[in-house]
């Protein structure tokens, strides 16, 4: 046996000591693209799958890669070595003159100059691809393509058996757990093993709100002694829209210390990399949001503390109402509300106005409202349509900011002018998507406001203030 084939053997043997251990399956992953960079010689492997509209490849387990290099952008299927995705093998022998190098500059600065790629196969469907990158350029051996399909074939084994890729029976097609913009969202969780139910409620409720989330996608590096790891971390949840990792803490409390620590190490380690902590507390006022989890039947004693009194909110609402008039002058505009929140609001702003506006308003469904939809969708469309026009959408609150990106989308989907957010409340330390916020009264601490249209199961909308709800004893412990 040559000296490469006892390598490959040796490798292929410790890949597979690593599937039969109590890894769990992004540290067998991780453990697989290491094993096999360096059973190559090259710089670094990828796994990467298909989303689910089988066009973008995410990367779920990286060796040897720049977090920069991982995230450069959306790998599209069809452009980046795309003989992958008829179940070929592509051989890249120079990155800088071949065309199917979707981000040319960027591997050029990895000093990425040849690249292997193979199709991962489950049943006979191609799910994703696995890469290694050399940092020479050079031809690949049949041998080295044999041995890449080998552990391919691996991962495939690991992802099937996991349950991380879901078997959409009937359509016969088998789709990445990651399931952006589904309607029958709850299937694909169901099939993922979650390691605490909170991580499957919250699963569904990105799913909900249609955004897409990876489960335990990769493991970082935290600790080592010389070669040898010796603490590795894995959040479970990265949104790849977001490009947001989310660790949440709800297991055990006295795991949140630790947890504290391995995010802080991340940051330190990775400072491009963003994660966001979900406390046990945090958490639980968020799924009380929605009428769910242990705060959401929480007996209150009525309103607390008054944060912003009527005079303030006026005084705040006019001056918001002034920089739109100034920013618009000479236009005419459409006032957008989501019901029901931005009721008062929206009928102070109008009354501060001093362009033309036009005003309309739109509904959306409720995340477990058991309306029989299992995504976001519209209940109540606009009339006017806000086609070519100058649109400002007006909140009361933007907490998650899921709801706002899904009206967003769905209003520029239809042209306007121009589109902007005026909202009176940003809740800005709970925000789990990234939304432009062209106008903003004040900024609020993570507590249960209610008041001036906010609600707390449909109470206390109209009080002219805005107030934190009063709990067991405590203030504003229920959510938001
Ligand atoms: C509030 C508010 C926003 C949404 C913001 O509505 O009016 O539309 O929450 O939350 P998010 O940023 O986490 O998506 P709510 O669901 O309380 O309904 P309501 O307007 O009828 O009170």
């Known amino acids: 046996m040559g000296r490469q084939a006892i390598v490959f053997s040796k490798s292929l043997g410790e890949i597979a000591g690593a599937l039969n251990s109590s890894l769990t399956v992004a540290e067998k992953l991780d453990c697989l693209v290491q094993v096999a960079s360096r059973a190559l010689g090259v710089r670094g492997c990828s796994l990467m799958l298909l989303d689910a509209k089988r066009k973008k490849l995410i990367h779920v387990a990286t060796h040897g890669l720049s977090d920069r290099y991982v995230r450069a952008g959306v790998v599209e299927a069809d452009k980046s070595l795309p003989e992958i995705m008829e179940g070929k093998t592509a051989a890249v022998t120079d990155t800088e003159s071949d065309p199917r190098i979707q981000f040319g500059e960027m591997a050029r600065r990895e000093h990425i100059a040849s690249i292997l790629g193979v199709p991962v196969m489950c049943r006979g469907r191609i799910v994703g691809s696995l890469r290694a990158y050399n940092r020479i350029r050079r031809e690949f051996t049949s041998a080295e393509e044999e041995y890449l399909i080998t552990v391919a074939n691996l991962a495939a084994t690991v992802l099937e058996s996991s349950g991380t890729l879901v078997s959409a029976e009937g359509s016969g097609s088998t789709e990445p757990k990651s399931a952006p913009h589904r309607r029958a969202v709850r299937s694909p969780v169901r099939a993922v093993s979650f390691a605490h139910p909170s991580e499957e409620d919250f699963a569904r409720l990105l799913d909900f709100y249609q955004i897409e989330w990876v489960y335990e ?44 620590r391995k995010v802080r190490r991340l940051r330190e380690l990775y400072p491009d990399t963003k994660i966001k902590l979900l406390a046990r507390r945090d958490y639980d006022r968020l799924l009380a949001k929605y009428g769910h989890g242990p705060l959401a039947g929480a007996k209150t004693e009525g309103v607390g503390r008054i944060l912003f009194s009527a005079d303030q909110i006026q005084m705040r609402v006019r001056q918001l109402a002034k920089e739109i008039s100034r920013d618009y002058e000479g236009r005419r505009i459409l006032l957008v509300g989501v019901l029901r929140g931005m009721l008062c609001f929206m009928a102070d702003l109008m ?18 409202s058991g309306d029989g939809g299992e995504a976001v969708h519209i209940t109540k469309d606009l009339d006017v349509k806000p086609n070519g026009r100058d649109v400002v959408l007006v909140e009361d609150i933007v907490d998650t900011g899921m709801t706002l990106s899904f009206v967003l989308a769905h209003l520029e989907a239809r042209h306007p002018a121009t589109l902007a957010v005026c909202t009176l409340l940003d809740k800005k330390v709970r925000r789990l998507t990234d939304v432009p916020l062209a106008y903003v009264g004040f900024e609020v601490p993570d507590e249960f406001l209610v008041g001036y249209g906010l609600d707390y199961r449909e109470e206390y909308r109209n009080l002219p203030f805005i107030a934190l709800i009063r709990q067991q004893g405590r203030q504003g412990d229920i959510g938001g």
Request: no cysteine; aromatic share 16%; charged share 25%.
């Open 217 to 260: 996608p990769r493991s970082f590096m935290l600790e080592w002694e010389g070669d040898k790891v010796t603490e590795m971390f894995t959040p479970d949840f990265y949104l790849p829209g977001l490009d947001l990792y989310i660790e949440m803490t709800t297991l055990k409390p006295g795991l949140t210390s630790q947890k504290n």
């Open 351 to 368: 009354r501060y106005l001093e362009v033309p506006a036009d005003v309309d308003f739109m509904a959306i469904s409720y995340y477990g």
